[in-house]
Structure formats: structure tokens, C-alpha cells
DNA sequence: AATAGCAGTATACAAAAGTATAGTAACAAA
DNA sequence: TTTGTTACTATACTTTTGTATACTGCTATT
């Protein structure tokens, strides 16, 4: 059975397809998991590069969240000893994969905004004249 | 400026990319929207078929996120003037694309399963048989 | 008149998620 | 020897999110 098999058969039963999305949610929600994603995909490697990079972040938050990212298998740790020592933070092949759920999320959320709020703003621009 | 050139243009700018995520991100996260919304697509529109449908969520956590879902315009709420009164909850027609998105968290999901969990279940085996 | 169904609201509480602030350990350079 | 850099950890706290339990207002049925 592949997966294409297996998406079929969840996407029939609404119980384990919550489930499923459920396991995708939970690797990307909370405040700090994406920007970090993003901030790999550019290319930053080093905690204080992402703590520097991503604002607002504190030590704390960054290691809670690298170490959870990486027992859900979306990056990898690399120590390189040399002196000082080295500590590089990569996307999985999974973990660059991920991009094509936050393309899908980006897509809809403007799709969205064109369909729901501009007819808002639209509205409010009109009440505003008035 | 469509859609798509604006989706191009914000894949570019890791910020703007990261906050658009998010808008999106911000609608289907929390314990029970993902539930509300399978039931939704499943033909399920009264307030108390909610309820009995969706195992343990309370009455109040239900109407608090069918009145976030309504107000980001992902359901709406319809009135009708019977006796008793009866009240559908519907997906939007953005409701209804939001398919899309949880289809692309479905796949990754299973493929990132596939990738990462089968290997560190096998390796538990191995562990497990000497 | 009492009971039940529908569509919720009110109040208080508990748990999870995130913040603020300070500190550690290992080394290296001035 | 003090200062700086990297990669964190510790403790205490606040905010957000979710839970438990009871109650309301309306109508219909028995």
C-alpha cells in the first residue's frame, strides 16, 4: 500500500483524516516554528544567527522549539568539532518538503483575502464616505 | 496584480511569506476547529448535531469557534424563522477550499511518516529482537 | 403544570504556551 | 586576567487556551 492509496483511504474516513492533518498541524503551529523554518530555508544554520535573525525570540524559545523540531524529524543537529565549536541546524528532506504545505496555506490565505476582506474593506471604505 | 503574482511575490519576501503562512496558520489552529470543519464537510450544519458529533467538546468552546470561523468568514451562520428556531452552520465557498490546504497537510503528513517513522520503528525492532 | 429539546451563555478554574531575566560552560583574544 | 563569543539552561512569572459545571430563554409536547 503507497501513500497515494493510504491519502485516499483517509480522506474517507473523517476520524483519521483529522488525525493525519492533526500531525501536520501540530509540527507547525505555535508562534516560533515557522519563522524558524523560514529562516533555515534562507539559509541560516546557527543559533545565535536565528536568534539574531528572528525577532523578538529568546534563547529559551529557539532551543525549546529546535529541540522539537528535531524529534519530529523536520531538522537535524550537525556538531562539528572544532574550536569554538560548531552547531549547524538543517531542514530534513522532509523538513524542505514542508514547503509545499506552506505554499498550499499561502495560496489559500490570499484567495481568501481576496474573496472575504477586500469586499470588507470595500464596505467599510464605503460606510467611511458617507 | 493577481493572485499568483502576489503569491510570487511574497514567496520572495521571507517576512511577508511567514505572515501570510500564518493568517492562514491562525484559522485552523486549536483543538477543535479541525473537528468542526471535517464535520461541516460531512453535511453536519445544527448547532446540537455539532455537538453530539464532535466527542468532548462543551457547548462553549463549539460557540466560541464557530463564531472565530464565521468572523474569518470560513462558515456562515443562517437563521431560520421556524418554530422552533433552526440555525445552519455552512462552509463559505473559501470554507470549502480550505480542502486544498488540509489535502496538502494529509500528504506530507504520510510521506514525512513514511520517510521518518518507518525507519526509527524498524530500528526499534532491531533493538527490541537482540 | 411539568418536562424536554434547541441554541446557546456565565462563572470559575486548570493546563499549556510563551516571556523576562539571569546565569552557565567552554574556549579565545586583548 | 578580564572581556567576549557561542550555545545554550534555570527559575519564576504572565498570557492564552481549554475545561467543568451550571444555567437561561424560547417553544412544543404530554
Redesign the interface.
Known amino acids: 500500500m503507497n501513500?497515494l492509496e493510504?491519502?485516499l483511504e483517509?480522506?474517507k474516513c473523517?476520524r483519521k483524516?483529522?488525525l493525519?492533518?492533526?500531525?501536520?498541524?501540530n509540527?507547525?503551529?505555535g508562534k516560533w516554528k515557522?519563522?524558524i523554518i523560514?529562516?533555515l530555508?534562507?539559509g541560516i544554520t546557527r543559533f545565535k544567527d536565528l536568534l539574531d535573525n528572528i525577532e523578538k525570540i529568546t534563547p529559551r524559545m529557539l532551543s525549546k522549539e529546535l529541540k522539537e523540531l528535531e524529534v519530529?524529524?523536520v531538522i537535524k543537529r550537525k556538531v562539528f568539532d572544532t574550536t569554538p565549536i560548531r552547531i549547524e541546524y538543517t531542514l530534513?528532506?522532509?523538513g524542505q518538503?514542508?514547503v509545499?504545505?506552506?505554499?498550499?496555506?499561502?495560496?489559500?490565505?490570499?484567495?481568501?483575502?481576496?474573496?472575504?476582506?477586500v469586499a470588507n474593506d470595500v464596505k467599510a471604505q464605503f460606510k467611511a464616505q458617507r
Open positions: 501513500n493510504t491519502s483517509i480522506k473523517p483524516y483529522v493525519a492533518v492533526n500531525d501536520t498541524l509540527v507547525i503551529s515557522l519563522p523560514a529562516s530555508l534562507s519530529n524529524g530534513t528532506a522532509s518538503n514542508i509545499s504545505v506552506l505554499d498550499a496555506m499561502v495560496n489559500w490565505g490570499l484567495d481568501h483575502r481576496g474573496k472575504t476582506f
